[in-house]
């Protein structure tokens, strides 16, 4: 059903688990079978994505799709892995069965959420900063 490389990312994956001092989580579920995942980020003041993690409840196609999303987007631009297609992922694992295709979009769903999160946690701190009269 999968093919090696799918399976050899199954077996040794990625970027697993919780990233400790993330400033950006996205969750997301997937409607088509209810699994979750959850991606973390850790963006700098240059809003550069300097790691990435995350942790699913979901089957191998997401846990692979997972891994190598997180592997694509570190060190890149917020703006940068924003642009990240699934298609690439699809690519670079050399395809998944057509019935798990929509499980490796739930990647890129989570980056998004994890974006999200992370600016609006950036306007919290500057809200607060200009509250204090801090800069
Ligand atoms: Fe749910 Fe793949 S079957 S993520």
Redesign the pocket.
């Known amino acids: 059903m999968y093919n090696d490389k799918v399976m050899e990312i199954f077996q040794n994956p990625k970027n697993v688990g919780e990233l400790k001092g993330a400033n950006g989580i996205g969750t997301v579920g997937?409607e088509?079978?209810?699994?979750i995942m959850k991606l973390y980020i850790k963006v700098d003041k240059n809003e550069v994505i300097t790691n990435a993690t995350f942790k699913?409840f979901?089957?191998a196609?997401?846990i692979v799709s997972s891994s190598v999303a997180t592997e694509m987007i570190k060190g890149k631009k917020i703006e940068e892995a924003l642009k990240l297609e699934n298609q690439q992922i699809l690519d670079y694992l050399g395809g998944l069965p057509d019935n798990?295709i929509?499980?490796s979009i739930?990647a890129k769903e989570a980056l998004e959420a994890a974006v999200k999160d992370y600016r609006k946690r950036i306007k919290k701190q500057q809200k607060a900063k200009t509250k204090t009269g801090k800069n």
């Open positions: 997937n088509a079978c209810g699994d699913t979901g089957c196609a997401a798990k929509h499980c739930l």
